[in-house]
């Protein structure tokens, strides 16, 4: 009797999904768990791989990923259209049609930007005609299913999206920041002729006044002061002074000279003494009232008009202070003049860059742009500075041991301690050559405790030791080491695009120096060849992210863990990047803003979509011969293991024996289409041949694999504008061994 083979018994292998593209390791070596081909995920902290999330425009109105939508059961009896406003006959509240579904019963809108409750057996009416009546007042978020959930909200999302517009003018965007949790933003105007600049508002891009600027000389005491109003002697012409820029001499000794920043002005100064407002008495500062009545303001040099009952501005009025009735007068003579003020404009085409610093006073944006002179603005007052070059356009800006420093070519240039306006070498000014032209300044920790500034050239990096003039001490770093423009960023150590790719400079506290080490191999061959196309960097705080961004919409996301990078993944948006903006809110979270090409201003993460289009995104892992590399293998299954937030969706499929379609035919071919549902409430994990959702067992079709091959190659594919993210961290794959090859 012959005795049956026994059967043998299926394997199991568990594939950890980690370490990000890798191009240049042969597929033998590879980890099984990096990527071969890669677009649109990320490394996730935990350790897998994870859909980006989308962005959206921005320009202080509502953003698209918080608009929300309602369920309204309805009978019908006229015709309700996508795009109709809808008025309830009861409180004429009003909503935006987004959807109109007739296939169930009841039929039902779907609407957005409802202005209150619609109430049950209530008319609506579209256009002043009734088309239909509510059955009940309406749901808010109340699809039937997660699938329909993600579909609505999505349509909620691009209705308000069509509000929100491109900054006023024309081509790109210049440059673009945050100050105080406002967006700020520079284009050239429509016109092509200057540069404007403006910022988000509820209502949307307004454009923000430069004001004027006025040189005076000979300022004496008492001096003016930023809030003051100064009126010519002979002109009569008053105005109000928003920045006081002291560039030499002094108050005391009566030889100040500077410009005056106006807010406003009225009338027209010509060479002449200006006067200053001042309070007979002497008295300059304090407490006052007005008439009589406490205004509970104090006084600092503005002239008091304001009216006892309507505080508004009218002439006339006296002071009571300390117990004497004082009355309002011009101090003359505290400064001169040489003709009227002149408006501040911007040269068209600059390339913005910014650095928000507190600089002895609050925090103030300082920025600069390759062609205008260099500006300090404080979200109301811009103030151009003046370093005395005679080109006066610094390339690059930072803030440093309490001094401002700008570059122009070769040169690093800082003003004196604590005082931005003030570029005299006498009071701690000076000049610093850097050998080869600056493409970046980075701040960081020196050997003793004390702050170093890198400076950045194309072929060589230099340290800046010390904290003033009296110590100042430039190091070359190394000469073969160096950081291209626009890509030098600081997360836990410095990181920039050099000769040899992606780079980290790290610091050393033994011996207070730095040492390098590329960060790029694994994708050397693609990130290199962009060296030169490099627009923007930027860093993500929340996911320990440097990121650098390309001329052909591309980037790269190097996420980063305990000083260690653990995956590098290439993405490619729909829009063109120039200029990006990386910051915190002052309630701590974090703002990530790009410049398009397009003129408008986009938010990163956020939405899940880019700017309404699709995210295509695909991962491709290395072939896999789970240890075995000429053992042929049947291929039975994979489970993989996914966690989510949200309605998910993807496409698998995978390629066997190094995808030779000539030895076998690929299933790549014909992919499966799988569901993800996930509570948006909270946080699951599961296994695809098992999991569970709201304490509802669910069973997904499984992932069912077939053919012999001696390796395989798993593919994730989605192409979607409403699915909320996915995070896999790794797969179970069963299979049976089969035989060893020839």
């Not at 407002?277 to 006084?299: D, F, H, M, R």
């Not at 090409?597 to 011969?625: C, L, R, W």
Request: hydrophobic content about 35%; overall charge negative.
């Amino acid at each position: 009797m012959r005795q049956r083979q026994p059967v043998p018994a299926p394997k199991f292998s568990y594939l950890a999904f980690r370490g990000g593209l890798d191009e240049v390791t042969p597929p033998w070596e590879a980890d099984p768990g990096t990527l071969r081909e890669a677009q649109n995920y990320e490394m996730s902290l935990n350790g897998g791989y994870k859909d980006i999330l989308g962005y959206e425009r921005k320009d202080g109105r509502p953003a698209p990923s918080a608009a929300t939508y309602a369920i309204l059961n309805v009978t019908i009896t006229g015709e309700f259209s996508v795009g109709d406003t809808i008025t309830g006959q009861n409180n004429s509240y009003t909503a935006e049609v987004l959807a109109v579904v007739t296939s169930t019963t009841p039929n039902y809108l779907v609407i957005t930007k409802t202005e209150g409750p619609f109430e049950a057996a209530e008319s609506l009416e579209v256009s002043a005609t009734a088309e239909g009546t509510a059955i009940s007042p309406q749901l808010v978020g109340g699809a039937s299913s997660p699938l329909l959930h993600a579909q609505y909200t999505n349509f909620a999302a691009d209705n308000y999206r069509a509000d929100i517009l491109a900054v006023p003018g024309s081509g790109s965007v210049l440059g673009v920041a945050t100050l105080n949790d406002i967006v700020y933003a520079f284009r050239n105007n429509a016109g092509d002729t200057a540069a404007d600049m403006y910022k988000s508002t509820a209502a949307g891009w307004v454009q923000v006044p430069l004001g004027q600027e006025l040189p005076f000389t000979q300022g004496n005491e008492p001096r003016i002061q930023d809030g003051d109003t100064i009126r010519g002697v002979t002109s009569n012409t008053s105005a109000v002074v928003g920045r006081v820029s002291l560039e030499s001499g002094s108050w005391e000794g009566g030889d100040a000279a500077g410009r005056l920043i106006l807010t406003s002005q009225t009338g027209t100064f010509i060479a002449e003494e200006i006067k200053l407002l001042g309070l007979v008495g002497g008295q300059t500062s304090g407490l006052y009232e007005i008439n009589g009545y406490p205004a509970g303001l104090a006084y600092s040099g503005e002239e008091i008009t304001p009216h006892p009952y309507s505080m508004e501005a009218r002439p006339g009025n006296y002071v009571y202070f300390g117990g004497q009735v004082i009355f309002p007068q011009l101090i003359e003579g505290v400064a001169r003049i040489t003709g009227d003020s002149t408006a501040i404009t911007l040269v068209k085409d600059g390339s913005y860059r910014f650095h928000n610093s507190n600089l002895g006073t609050e925090v103030r944006m300082y920025g600069c742009d390759g062609v205008n002179r260099g500006f300090e603005f404080d979200g109301a007052v811009f103030a151009p500075i003046a370093s005395g070059m005679e080109t006066d356009a610094p390339d690059h800006v930072i803030v440093h041991n309490n001094h401002l420093f700008y570059s122009f070519g070769n040169s690093v240039q800082h003003s004196a301690l604590g005082e931005a306006f003030n570029w005299e070498p006498i009071l701690g000014a000076s000049e610093i050559n850097a050998e080869d032209i600056v493409t970046g300044f980075a701040l960081q920790p020196g050997d003793s405790g004390d702050s170093a500034l890198l400076i950045f050239s194309e072929n060589v990096a230099h340290i800046l030791y010390g904290n003033t003039t009296l110590d100042w001490n430039l190091v070359e770093y190394r000469e073969e080491i160096g950081g291209y423009e626009n890509s030098v960023q600081v997360l836990d150590d410095t990181y920039f695009m050099g000769q040899r790719g992606l780079t980290s400079m790290k610091t050393s506290q033994k011996f207070g120096n730095f040492v390098s080490a590329s960060i790029s191999d694994r994708v050397r061959d693609s990130i290199n060849v962009k060296k030169t196309q490099i627009v923007a960097s930027c860093i993500s705080r929340n996911k320990n992210q440097y990121r650098i961004f390309f001329d052909d919409k591309s980037s790269y996301y190097v996420t980063i863990l305990n000083g260690k990078v653990i995956g590098i993944m290439p993405i490619i948006f729909d829009h063109q990047p120039v200029c990006v903006a990386s910051d915190e809110t002052l309630a701590g979270s974090e703002t990530l803003l790009f410049g398009g090409d397009d003129g408008y201003v986009y938010e990163m993460e956020k939405g899940t979509s880019f700017d309404g289009n699709p995210i295509e995104a695909a991962m491709i892992f290395q072939f896999n011969h789970l240890g075995s590399p000429r053992l042929k293998k049947k291929w039975k299954s994979a489970a993989l293991e996914i966690s989510g937030d949200g309605y998910g969706q993807f496409y698998f499929a995978y390629d066997l024996g190094y995808g030779n379609a000539s030895e076998m035919p690929q299933p790549s071919s014909t992919a499966n289409l799988v569901d993800a549902e996930f509570a948006v409430s909270r946080w699951d994990e599961m296994v695809w041949d098992a999991f569970t959702w709201d304490g509802v067992t669910l069973e997904p079709s499984n992932l069912r694999l077939s053919g012999s091959a001696e390796n395989i190659s798993m593919i994730i594919r989605k192409n979607s504008d409403f699915m909320e993210p996915l995070e896999y961290s790794g797969a179970f794959i069963r299979y049976l061994p089969r035989r060893y090859l020839r």
